[in-house]
């Protein structure tokens, strides 16, 4: 079956930074695109950034200059590189893999990991 699991999230300071990781099995990975959503208590999923599979990114305008997202398609991997981060940073993380293969359209997600940005 598909999973997406999440690592990296920790407690970091105020322009500290962070790797997180998504490992993904179960799917194609090299068929879809990548993407980092977030949630922050009381706020809706936002998107974070995006990874196509030939490798074409897009991010939320919160993050642009601040965030790298890159992926390992031999690793079946994507990672999100956070750097001069924010206390409005702080949120659970998610990890979406989006595209068609195998004659259908997927969309799948991870349970989270958890970015707590704070002195």
């Known amino acids: 079956q598909v999973q997406l699991v999440e690592s990296g999230g920790n407690l970091v300071q105020p322009g500290g930074s962070l790797r997180l990781s998504c490992s993904a099995s179960g799917i194609i990975f090299s068929s879809v695109t990548m993407n980092w959503y977030r949630q922050a208590p009381g706020k809706q999923r936002e998107v974070v950034a995006s990874?196509?599979?030939?490798?074409?990114?897009n991010y939320g305008d919160s993050v642009k200059g601040r965030f790298t997202i890159s992926r390992d398609n031999a690793k079946n991997t994507v990672y999100l590189q956070m750097s001069s981060l924010k206390p409005e940073d702080t949120a659970v993380y998610y990890c979406?893999?989006?595209?068609?293969?195998?004659?259908?359209?997927?969309?799948?997600w991870g349970q989270g990991t958890q970015v707590t940005v704070s002195s």
């Open positions: 979406n893999a989006r595209g068609w293969y195998g004659g259908s359209w997927h969309d799948d």
């Open positions: 990874i196509t599979r030939g490798g074409l990114t």
